[in-house]
């Protein structure tokens, strides 16, 4: 499956000039970067201010569910109060945002995973930092933490919605799908123009999976995958089909590597606690 995908119709061209004159005929933008290594251009390097997300899974050692009861619930109001902690002691300028989902029953390796979005990617340090100090996380694991970050699709701008903007809208759905996602190298020898019309096709054959919403970001040279691919939905079945249909795209022949895939389901982190012992 591939890293872009909007949900919504294409914006509407702009109207023809009137026969009397008037404004120069529009078109929609041309899409297609002929000079995507900058060696003929040499654009400068872009330093807009943009979301970072960090995907941060975790797994619990089964020891805790025998300590005592009353031992357990104050080592969850800790880490609770911890998570909590990182959102509410932050300025709202810092565009801190933070979603919690349960992974039990769904994956082994995993039991939940908070979804953190900040414009500095320090802020998962100190949020990771909070957690350390308190007792649970004397009894977690991380098995899998993904970095990326926003950046605008050099293939979907024409499409307005999924893919288009910078700024994630996280946690619509009651279902979050998430994977890490790496192309071929071949596809980046591709033709500007070859890979444009792959996606085209790769777009237009998602188009009618409204209720699926893409959030595709970026993660060249900061993790070790390039993308990180979630999908917000409340229809795990319109997800499936998706992926499925998406497998017959020729862009899909490009994929590398698009596991380990995980089914979130969306849950406040104290009912997750609850849950776990």
Request: proline share 7%; with cysteine; aromatic share 12%.
């Amino acid at each position: 499956m591939s890293e872009e995908r909007p949900n919504q119709a294409p914006e509407t061209p702009p109207a023809a000039p009137s026969q009397s004159g008037g404004k120069p005929a529009g078109r929609p933008k041309m899409m297609v970067d002929l000079d995507p290594s900058g060696q003929v251009t040499q654009r400068e390097p872009d330093r807009a201010n943009r979301q970072f997300l960090n995907y941060a899974f975790y797994k619990l050692d089964p020891a805790f569910r025998r300590l005592p009861r009353d031992e357990q619930a104050e080592i969850k109001a800790e880490f609770l109060a911890a998570a909590a902690g990182w959102v509410t002691d932050a300025p709202q300028e810092k565009g801190i945002i933070q979603r919690t989902y349960s992974l039990m029953g769904v994956r082994a390796d995993v039991d939940f995973m908070l979804w953190r979005i900040a414009f500095d990617v320090r802020e998962f340090a100190d949020a990771q930092a909070r957690l350390n100090r308190t007792r649970l996380m004397g009894y977690l694991t991380q098995p899998y933490n993904y970095v990326s970050m926003q950046k605008r699709s050099q293939y979907v701008n024409r499409v307005e919605g999924s893919g288009h903007g910078l700024e994630v809208l996280p946690g619509q759905g009651q279902f979050l799908f998430i994977y890490p996602f790496i192309k071929t190298r071949p596809w980046y020898k591709l033709t500007p123009h070859s890979r444009q019309g792959m996606m085209d096709e790769h777009i237009y054959a998602s188009a009618p999976f409204k209720g699926v919403r893409i959030n595709t970001s970026y993660s060249y040279g900061i993790d070790d995958q390039e993308f990180v691919v979630s999908f917000d939905s409340d229809t795990p079945q319109e997800f499936v089909d998706l992926v499925h249909r998406l497998r017959y795209t020729e862009a899909s022949s490009y994929t590398l590597r698009d596991v380990p895939m995980f089914t979130c389901i969306k849950k406040e982190l104290g009912e997750i606690l609850g849950e776990l012992s």
